[in-house]
């Protein structure tokens, strides 16, 4: 599109893409003061966008919805490629906010913070607004936000509230209200983040012309204060950030979080208490934590002390803080503050502790445990909407029946106004209409105070109600750019993103990421086998021959049925080919996702794998990763050359690991994975093959070589025919090839001998012992004057002897996958068990 | 009266558990009518970390930490303790119910805000309407608070039958309303929810009950168990417990260990466990007389 019409006469200069963003009306128009007439601070962003063609801006968000997949930013990249059910979708327009209302802002939530500590300190300690009355006795006694177990508990440095945020929105007024207050564990710290980072790489010019206050500072704010109070004096203090696992649906957040911040990430099953103190599992032992940064909920914290039958947490949790052995962001039971009806009791309680007025008030509210509240209440049901005052996802029941359960039950019921959120021009299906806006801000506690991140999450929806359901999913976002009437400083965003947090770095690391690692190399190899096997197949087929007259077809079927890829063939046509049978079960082979070892099948798994260790891989590699969903996109591809695509996608994996892991733990694990599937894959493939290549089909043994990825290397070395002796020299017994037998097995001797081990003497573990063994055997292997036993396979010592060997090599290597998980992940592979012993002694 | 109690719990594991740690409500606190003159822990094997505190109840709570593998784990509770008579308050002479309600919605300052926390739901204490509908027989209007709270207790012990085989520690109270069986822990929750649905302070109390022996037999070691009841706020007269397992108001025969809003806040043992493989439990109270 051009700023021309057909006729060439400029286009009139008030026509905008704005023209279709609408304000509703009672709604707060944040970029227009009236229709045509943008307010000052959104003309820049305006005549940006006005500035640039259509199909640009359509492309732009495109590649905002990329830039996000490919971070890996989606709820679950296996089933929403399309980027539906990501978090808080960002949508390319950013919300700007001017210096003078971010002052008043700032103020506001400051001190907005700094009341609410002081009421949780009071409420976990003394109890002096409960017992004075300021805080009416149901809000904590009817309340199971207030957590008993957790009540003279005392945090480092006394401070409560370390991290804190709200969702704010703009009444019709104009003024700044707050909707919600998160104190326990405060999401969207990290798509917030994430939106900044791909927005300005999305508008780099009119980002670097505004000047935009930046982020980075306030991380830095809320490490440096962290180490200061929980008195932390080292250069790397031992603080985790625990997840509740890939099934969050924002763990990408909490994979980012950890990379920014250089917090490990950790799951409840990688800490364990000792001696009253917190410990994280590693292959090496047990090291100490110091402080938690927090992303589970309140009552998943501690399935000890709060009796739940959940893993998600650490068992003793609150007992460690209790001895006040360990700093929690935020303190278990700071959830109370998020109790529904708190708002309605804090202007007074402002004045009462702080001695001054609110100055953000909060979302209009009233509560009927008082006689005042409830005639406000009942009086003006009409435009109220009702909620339980403490959980607001127990349902008061019926319109019709909102008296009733007043009377029942008053101090468990509120009521709200209808709320009426700002609107804001968004990016919709290639234009701009309006829709409904709240801010979601972060503060952090610094050892002064607070300070406030000047930016965040502006979160949108197309209607109130999908805006106050509050589900990610559902919601899209955008990024808020604080503007300064002073040039920002410049702080590089992306410095934090690159390493991955490690206590003591390359040393060692949790044995669950050790664990998944390892199993993502096996995946890995698994996929590359499988395809380099139907990739021969592919190739055979589209040639113009019949399968039934190309020699080696049905020894590379036997291959694949052997595996488990196609179904083994009906009885009464042992082996013959039918072609029109063939095409259906190789495309199953392919596509097929309930067949455990199809194509689309493992490579699911190589992506969960990689998904339970994301903040381990370079977002490089997490990009190459995620674009493995290409795989199951294409179904009407060319096999052939879909199947190389998806090879050379895992090779650029393969790479970018080799190039861009250190050669720590981690690496040697997912090495070890690769080498145990090649080694295994090598012994089947020859375990199968060999017959078949000492039988009459022709061209057999040269597909062995090609499957087994060794044709070029044979080729340069003996430039003959293809025989037994020296192909199986090659794949078993040459250390110098990549895919032999004895290569793998010298790779794994290598990695376990720099294992973390008891004792500095070579040899002494079992796994060291057993590689050799299995390393020594094969060098030793006697192959000269190996030759096809004459009459058949069968007929012979030949054959004896190599069976003989497969099935011991393939039992030593099991025996030797076995002892690495006894010896370094057994701790996880072992799922823990968590039982709640609580004896019926009921008696009399 | 002076009671010995021995209370033993012990847990044996199929394979071994490689941690374990507990929480026990094991020690029995003073109260005005009752001394403690000594008790102590005793724990195989010995835990590497153990804890004691007072809990926001004013319970005395130990938990404690194996954290090497054991097969076994048993805990023995010792304590001599001397109940006296408690003062007894003449039922039909307590305020009439509504006026103790009105007291504690007023919860103005002391004892009777400290007791407004019993009124509300707790963890394991719904308050459905259901309960509400089978307490408000006990109570009409005017009816002194105790004789109203003695009514419901003997409508509980006549009207529900005591069965073992009926409860779990996570049976509901709606679900013993409706099956009219159950354990003393379950009557104990049944009669606070109802006491808690007319808006009164009823709390959870957890301790021993000592048992007497057919007068022909020799009393077993081992017999006894651990007990509940219930307490009930009066305003100017304290906390008046009542029996609804035996239809009793508790005497001397009754040793408090601990109380709070339901079971889950004093569950005499509770505790997590990692790898152990199956378990079995054992318990044995002895309550003796000295």
């Known amino acids: 599109m051009s700023s021309t019409n057909k006729s060439g006469q400029p286009r009139p200069p008030q026509a905008s893409l704005f023209d279709r963003a609408i304000c509703p009306v009672n709604a707060y128009c944040e970029s227009f003061s009236s229709p045509g007439i943008p307010r000052p601070h959104w003309q820049g962003i305006i005549a940006a966008i006005n500035g640039t063609p259509t199909q640009i801006l359509k492309q732009r968000q495109e590649r905002v919805k990329r830039m996000r997949h490919e971070d890996g930013a989606t709820y679950n990249p296996f089933d929403n490629a399309d980027g539906k059910g990501t978090p808080w979708a960002l949508e390319m327009i950013p919300l700007p906010i001017t210096a003078g209302e971010w002052a008043g802002l700032e103020t506001g939530l400051i001190q907005r913070a700094l009341l609410l500590d002081t009421i949780l300190a009071d409420t976990y300690g003394p109890q002096d607004l409960l017992k004075g009355g300021a805080l009416p006795a149901p809000l904590v006694f009817a309340n199971p936000r207030f957590l008993h177990a957790c009540h003279g508990i005392q945090p480092p440095a006394n401070r409560y509230l370390n991290f804190y945020a709200a969702d704010l929105y703009r009444g019709p007024n104009g003024c700044f209200r707050v909707l919600h207050d998160y104190s326990a564990n405060p999401a969207g710290l990290g798509y917030a983040l994430e939106n900044r980072i791909v927005i300005s790489r999305m508008f780099p010019e009119l980002y670097h012309q505004t000047q935009i206050r930046r982020l980075a500072p306030f991380f830095q704010t809320f490490h440096n204060s962290l180490v200061q109070r929980s008195g932390l004096q080292r250069q790397d203090p031992n603080i985790v950030l625990l997840s509740p696992g890939p099934e969050s649906p924002i763990y990408f957040e909490q994979a980012l979080l950890s990379r920014y911040l250089g917090y490990p990430l950790v799951e409840g099953q990688d800490l364990t208490v000792r001696n009253g103190k917190v410990f994280l599992k590693k292959l090496a032992g047990l090291e100490p934590v110091e402080v938690i940064f927090r992303q589970i909920t309140d009552s998943n914290s501690d399935p000890f002390a709060l009796r739940r039958n959940t893993t998600t947490g650490v068992a003793g949790l609150i007992q460690v803080a209790r001895e006040g052995n360990i700093g929690i962001v935020n303190p278990i039971g700071s959830g109370f503050l998020e109790t529904p009806v708190l708002p309605v009791f804090l202007p007074g309680l402002c004045r009462q502790l702080l001695g001054q007025e609110l100055i953000l008030e909060s979302h209009p509210a009233w509560w009927c445990g008082t006689a005042e509240g409830q005639n406000q209440v009942l009086a003006n049901l009409h435009r109220l909407t009702v909620h339980h005052a403490f959980d607001p996802s127990t349902s008061i029941g019926l319109p019709n029946n909102f008296a009733n359960a007043i009377q029942a039950s008053p101090f468990s019921i509120m009521a709200k106004e209808t709320l009426q959120p700002s609107a804001v021009p968004a990016w919709e299906e290639g234009g701009v209409s309006a829709r409904h806006t709240l801010m979601r801000v972060f503060v952090c506690a610094t050892d002064q105070g607070f300070t406030v991140m000047p930016g965040g999450l502006a979160i949108t929806a197309q209607d109130i109600n999908t805006l106050l359901g509050d589900i990610p999913e559902q919601l899209q976002s955008k990024d808020i750019w604080v503007l300064s009437d002073e040039p920002v400083e410049h702080f590089s965003m992306m410095n934090g993103l690159q390493t991955v947090a490690e206590f003591r770095r390359g040393s060692d690391l949790p044995s669950r990421v050790a664990d998944h690692l390892l199993w993502l190399g096996r995946y890995l190899e698994r996929a590359e086998g499988l395809i380099r096997l139907l990739r021969s197949v592919f190739k055979r087929l589209s040639g113009e021959t019949r399968p039934e007259d190309i020699p080696e077809m049905q020894f590379l079927l036997t291959l694949l049925r052997a595996g488990n890829t196609i179904a083994d063939p009906p009885e009464n046509q042992s082996g013959g080919i039918l072609s029109e049978d063939l095409g259906p079960q190789l495309l199953d082979g392919l596509y097929l996702r309930d067949r455990p070892e199809s194509v689309i099948a493992i490579l699911q798994r190589v992506q969960e794998a990689a998904r339970t260790v994301r903040d381990r891989l370079s977002p490089d590699s997490w990009r190459v990763i995620n674009r493995l969903d290409d795989f199951g996109e294409s179904p009407d591809a060319d096999p052939l050359e879909l199947l190389d695509n998806t090879l050379f996608t895992l090779s650029s994996f393969s790479g970018l690991a080799m190039e861009s892991m250190t050669r720590g733990l981690g690496w040697r694990f997912m090495d070890m994975g690769r080498r145990m599937e090649r080694a295994l894959h090598q012994i089947d493939l020859l375990h199968i093959g060999l017959p078949w290549a000492c039988g009459p089909a022709r061209n057999t043994l040269e597909a062995l070589l090609e499957v087994s990825d060794s044709i070029m290397t044979y080729r340069a070395r003996y430039r003959t025919a293809f025989q037994l002796a020296p192909a199986l020299d090659l794949l078993l017994m040459d250390e110098s090839n990549p895919k032999s037998l004895a290569f793998q097995l010298s790779q794994l001797s290598d990695h376990v001998e720099h294992l973390p081990r008891q004792s500095e003497r070579r040899f002494s573990s079992p796994e060291e012992r057993m590689a050799l063994e299995m390393l020594t055997t094969t060098r030793l292997l006697d192959l000269t004057g190996l030759a096809c036993p004459v009459g058949g396979w069968n007929n012979g010592d030949t054959d004896l002897f190599l069976s003989n060997f497969f099935e011991t090599m393939e039992k030593r290597l099991k025996d030797f996958g076995l002892q690495i998980s006894a010896h370094y992940l057994s701790r996880v592979t072992a799922t823990p068990h968590f039982s709640l012993l609580l004896p019926d002694e009921g008696v009399q | ?290």
Not at chain 2, 86 to 105: N, Y
Not at chain 2, 134 to 139: K, N
Not at chain 2, 268 to 289: C, I, N, Q, W, Y
Request: aromatic share 10%; hydrophobic share 40%; with cysteine.
């Open chain 2, 1 to 290: 009266m002076k009671y010995r109690i021995i209370h033993t719990t012990s847990y044996q594991y199929s394979e071994p558990a490689s941690l374990s740690q507990n929480e026990l409500f094991l020690t029995p606190r003073a109260t005005d009518s009752q001394q403690i003159a000594e008790s102590w822990l005793s724990l195989v094997p010995e835990p590497q970390y153990m804890h004691r505190r007072i809990d926001y109840f004013g319970n005395i709570a130990h938990v404690f930490m194996v954290q090497h593998p054991h097969v076994e784990l048993a805990m023995t509770a010792t304590s001599v303790v001397s109940t006296s008579p408690p003062m007894t308050h003449p039922a039909s002479e307590t305020p009439p119910w509504e006026a103790v309600v009105q007291r504690l919605a007023s919860h103005s300052q002391g004892d009777v805000q400290d007791a407004y926390q019993f009124v509300f739901p707790s963890p394991m204490i719904a308050i459905g309407p259901g309960i509400f509908t089978y307490a408000r027989v006990s109570f009409p209007p005017g009816t002194p608070v105790l004789c109203g709270a003695m009514d419901l207790m003997r409508r509980i012990f006549t009207e529900f039958t005591y069965d073992k085989s009926a409860s779990t520690v996570d049976t509901s109270v709606e679900h013993v309303l409706a099956s009219r069986k159950g354990v003393c822990q379950d009557f104990s929750h049944l009669a606070i929810s109802c006491l808690r649905s007319l808006g009164l302070a009823a709390r959870y109390v957890s301790g021993y009950l000592e048992t007497t022996p057919p007068p022909d037999k020799p009393k077993m070691v081992g017999a006894d168990a651990s007990h509940a009841w219930i307490s009930l706020f009066i305003p100017d007269r304290g906390w008046i417990d009542l029996d609804p397992t035996n239809n009793i108001l508790p005497g001397e025969a009754h040793i408090t260990l601990a109380w709070g809003r339901d079971y889950s806040d004093v569950a005499p043992v509770k505790g997590v466990v990692m790898g152990g493989g199956l378990h079995t439990l054992s318990v044995e109270v002895d309550v003796a007389r000295l």
